[in-house]
């Protein structure tokens, strides 16, 4: 046992900041003296170690109570999320050191004000504090959701590429993302009643995993892409899949929630879902190319 001056020397935090901990239930003393002095266990420890994670990432301490006091937490894996998470940070930041070395060489760099997503991952962190009913739902977790954006501020350049290609702006696509936010829940009501069960009946989307081995670019991969647009058309609403860009873009945003990911790499083999989305982001991206493929 340690007292909680020893877990601050140890620790490197405030003595009124475990105090607040016990007083928010986030982290209680594993046992206290009769003089009320607060004492901590190794298990104690380990709780606090993840916490400290959680906040290195980001993580508000409401989020990280109820991750922790959730009964199918699970400690290893969380560990291994963080480490997913902290990954990413450090491979988003490896490219900022690259680019500043170029930098440095004098070399000339795009401009990055039309490749700016700040407002639409402001507009991500909001919906993520209002709604963390709807996140949990919809995504299984806090977690999942923040390293849903984590991948969102990791491929930047590619999703305001993708942005502009469909909308015309950044500002456009962040305009329409903010009404999908604002009406999450029933666009995804709507989604999930349809979208879902087509994905479990359609055996095209096993096709496409199939070809795991090949180029997303070739003729064969893309035209199974084209396939799935082509039944999903015929089979959904047109409200629900409008055009064939906002179908792609939505079944690119459905296969990066990591529950999906699980149950699709389960289905079809590890790799299926991320070949998925990578297929379906090579179609969006190359407009100009589709005449060709249906030939």
């Not at 666009?187 to 009946?201: A, G, L, T, V, Y």
Request: with cysteine; charged share 30%; hydrophobic share 35%.
């Amino acid at each position: 046992m340690q007292s909680i001056s020893q877990v601050a020397k140890l620790t490197g935090i405030s003595t009124r900041t475990l105090q607040y901990y016990d007083e928010i239930g986030l982290l209680k003393p594993s046992k206290l003296t009769q003089s009320g002095y607060r004492l901590y266990d190794d298990e104690a420890l380990q709780t606090l170690q993840q916490i400290l994670f959680f906040k290195e990432l980001g993580f508000r301490l409401k989020d990280i109570k109820m991750i922790l006091n959730a009964p199918d937490f699970d400690r290893i894996a969380a560990f291994k999320k963080q480490k997913e998470l902290l990954l990413l940070r450090r491979n988003r930041t490896d490219r900022l050191i690259r680019l500043l070395d170029r930098l440095e060489k004098g070399e000339q760099c795009m401009s990055f004000k039309e490749f700016d997503l700040s407002d639409y991952i402001k507009a991500l962190e909001d919906f993520k504090k209002r709604s963390s009913d709807d996140v949990i739902r919809h995504w299984g977790s806090i977690e999942n959701y923040d390293m849903f954006m984590q991948k969102i501020k990791d491929d930047e350049e590619l999703v305001a590429r993708l942005a502009i290609k469909q909308f015309g702006s950044v500002e456009k696509y962040t305009e329409a993302m903010k009404y999908n936010l604002e009406h999450f829940s029933e666009i995804m009501d709507r989604w999930q009643s349809q979208i879902p069960e087509e994905i479990k009946q359609n055996d095209l989307f096993l096709k496409l995993a199939s070809h795991k081995e090949k180029e997303v670019s070739s003729d064969e991969v893309q035209h199974v892409v084209k396939e799935i647009i082509a039944f999903a058309q015929g089979n959904a609403t047109s409200e629900l899949c409008g055009n064939q860009d906002g179908y792609c873009n939505m079944i690119i945003d459905l296969y990066s929630n990591d529950y999906l990911k699980a149950v699709t790499d389960s289905k079809y083999g590890e790799g299926s879902c991320d070949y998925i989305v990578e297929a379906f982001q090579y179609y969006i991206m190359n407009v100009d190319t589709r005449a060709d493929i249906d030939k």
